[in-house]
């Protein structure tokens, strides 16, 4: 069993950046991928970013390509979301997600395919 803590949200002017961390425990967390999504209020999640289990691969959603990185340290069992230029529209609570099955195509974008979650951390981005 693998639980997931986020930390590192709270309230920023437009333009301007966060960094959230995401620490694991419980499990082996370099054999995971992990992913970030988030839900503002009234919407579904959706996909931010993700990383494969060795940090050699990233993806992302196009509404953040560009101005989020993710990475990972598998040494500190945490991976990282570094929000720059950040928008109104980036407003939510955003959840970290890690998940052993990523030899699926497309496995980073789906709810589905994460097996754990943490429990979100807001992000508010004031205009």
């Known amino acids: 069993q693998v639980q997931l803590v986020e930390s590192g949200g709270g309230l920023v002017q437009a333009g301007g950046s966060l960094r959230l961390s995401c620490a694991a425990s419980?499990?082996?967390?370099?054999?995971?991928?992990m992913g970030w999504f988030r839900q503002a209020p009234g919407k579904e999640r959706e996909f931010v970013a993700a990383?494969?289990?060795?940090?050699?691969?990233?993806y992302y959603a196009d509404s953040v390509k560009g101005r989020f990185t993710i990475s990972r340290d598998n040494a500190k069992n945490t991976v990282y979301l570094q929000m720059n230029s950040l928008k109104p529209e980036d407003t939510a609570v955003y959840y970290c997600?890690?998940?052993?099955?990523?030899?699926?195509?497309?496995?980073?974008?789906?709810?589905?395919?994460?097996?754990?979650w943490g429990q979100g951390t807001q992000v508010t981005v004031s205009s």
């Open positions: 990383i494969s289990w060795s940090g050699g691969t990233t």
């Open positions: 419980g499990g082996t967390f370099s054999s995971y991928g």
């Open positions: 997600a890690a998940t052993g099955r990523t030899y699926t195509v497309g496995w980073f974008r789906r709810v589905g395919t994460y097996d754990y």
